[in-house]
């Protein structure tokens, strides 16, 4: 187990060509704006990151905006950056192009070299233009430009072609990236040679396995949370305990106290007694694949140290000897011997804490908003991908509704999402859809102050 995490943490090293140099933390009021494609607006690892940020530092508020657009590179972003991006007034921003940058159809035949450079030096002549409209937007105190993960070309999938080469030019769009990234003081999260060596792992024993889905291009949520911790670790967050206590039972004293306080300690011949009060919460695990697809985040888990690294609430007692039932506000949570209290339990790995399910409701309305805010994504992807190119922009008339009724089952984006433009087209369900994502943020910040627990270590065997 111990040489896993050691090549894990090999692989973590390849985060940030600009050395050793992390990318800012979120601050309080942060409007932080995810631009990118397809991979950013039908993804969780933006969503993920926020709920790391609402558990962890529940005094912390932010806002994390989903700026995806399906099929998207860096000349579509560049045209949507005003009427999409800018208005939000985002502080920090997020930047990932390259997956489609880097092309589709110039692969597996003769002139591939010339056509992945002709696609390079397209993605860098626009990003130029793109560079200084980030750097004429005042609010936007930091940017940071995500390496776009991977395109599996090693993983077995029927039906699914390979495009050889294609990441070796994503790789170079990469490295254009990181120079710019160097050249502005920028910063850069590369995902592609992390999540490549986790591939080649998970393939070793599964040739069909892949963190970049089923299409060798979209991460399920599995990617997902590997792409989320990436980057909190770029953060610098790795290390960042939820709350750490050391009790000696012997003379009755609190040793230690991370993040947390621990009062009322009582003890008699059977039982010890304390109040704990965290400043954190632990993380929650979705468990739930996406519909119609495999890879959950206890999936992603197992292959990455995120709970050893970012998710420890560790309950460390001393000077106890025989077998103890532990309880939380009358909930029992596991018996442990005087041993393994003694080494340390990590309450963050128990799901039914009163703490955990107090996560798990965040957990939840998160996924809320975050569902609405597809919505929202979604009704933009029509905009820009179909209406745009009809001289429709935004119409929103009969005219535009009957342009996608007609291409509703041909055109390879419309068929998925007519049935959400019929409703989005009318601006007072728009304004709804917003009006209950904000009610749902205003309720996480409600409830994710952690509350003051009792933990009582009762003996029930010698």
């Known amino acids: 187990m111990k040489k896993t995490f050691f090549v894990l943490y090999a692989f973590c090293l390849l985060l940030s060509p600009i050395g050793a140099q992390q990318i800012p933390s979120f601050k309080p009021n942060d409007g932080v704006m995810f631009l990118g494609n397809s991979i950013t607006e039908g993804g969780y690892y933006h969503s993920y990151i926020w709920l790391y940020y609402m558990t962890h530092f529940p005094d912390l508020p932010l806002h994390i905006y989903n700026g995806g657009i399906g099929g998207d590179c860096v000349s579509h972003m560049n045209f949507r950056f005003d009427a999409d991006i800018k208005v939000k007034k985002p502080t920090y921003l997020i930047c990932s192009f390259g997956m489609n940058d880097s092309g589709f159809d110039g692969y597996n035949q003769s002139g591939s070299e010339e056509y992945a450079t002709k696609q390079l030096n397209n993605a860098r002549s626009v990003f130029e233009t793109l560079q200084q409209k980030i750097l004429a937007e005042k609010t936007i105190r930091s940017v940071v430009l995500l390496g776009s993960p991977p395109y599996d070309e090693n993983v077995k999938l029927e039906g ?44 070793h024993s599964d040739s069909t396995a892949t963190f970049c889905g089923g299409d060798r291009i979209h991460p399920n949520k599995d990617g ?8 909190l670790k770029a953060q610098g967050l790795a290390g960042k305990e939820v709350a750490y206590f050391h009790i000696n039972a012997n003379n009755r004293k609190v040793m230690d106290e991370r993040n947390c306080r621990i009062s009322h300690l009582k003890q008699n011949e059977t039982t010890l007694s304390f109040k704990y009060l965290a400043k954190s ?63 340390g339990v990590n309450l963050a790995e128990i799901a039914f804490t009163p703490q955990y399910q107090q996560s798990l409701s965040i957990m939840y309305l998160n996924e809320e908003r975050c569902a609405l805010e597809k919505r929202l994504r979604q009704y933009m992807a029509m905009q820009y991908v179909f209406f745009k190119n009809r001289g429709l922009l935004f119409a929103d008339n009969r005219a535009a509704l009957d342009a996608a009724k ?5 055109h390879y984006l419309v068929k998925y999402l007519y049935s959400n433009y019929t409703q989005a087209i009318f601006p007072q369900v728009r304004e709804a859809w917003k009006a209950e994502m904000s009610q749902l943020i205003s309720e996480i910040y409600k409830i994710n102050k952690p509350l003051t627990r009792l933990i009582k270590i009762e003996r029930i065997k010698k």
Not at 224 to 231: E, K, N, P, V, W
Not at 319 to 337: A, E, H, Y
Not at 406 to 410: D, G, I, L, V
């Open 160 to 203: 699914v072609e390979v495009l050889h080469g294609k990441n070796e030019t994503i790789k170079r769009i990469i490295d254009m990236q990181s120079e710019v990234a160097n050249n502005r003081g920028w910063g850069l999260v590369n995902f592609n040679p992390v999540m490549c060596e986790l591939n080649k792992r998970v393939q």
């Open 224 to 231: 997902h949370m590997i792409m989320a911790y990436l980057f």
């Open 281 to 343: 919460l632990p993380y929650p695990i979705d468990t739930i694949p996406r519909w119609g697809t495999t890879g959950t985040v206890r999936d992603a888990i197992k292959q990455i140290p995120f709970m050893q690294e970012m998710d420890q609430e560790v309950m460390k007692v001393v000077g106890l000897s025989g077998l103890f039932r532990v309880s939380i506000d009358g909930v029992d949570i596991g018996n442990w011997n005087g041993n393994e209290l003694d080494r």
């Open 406 to 410: 007609a291409e509703r089952n041909s």
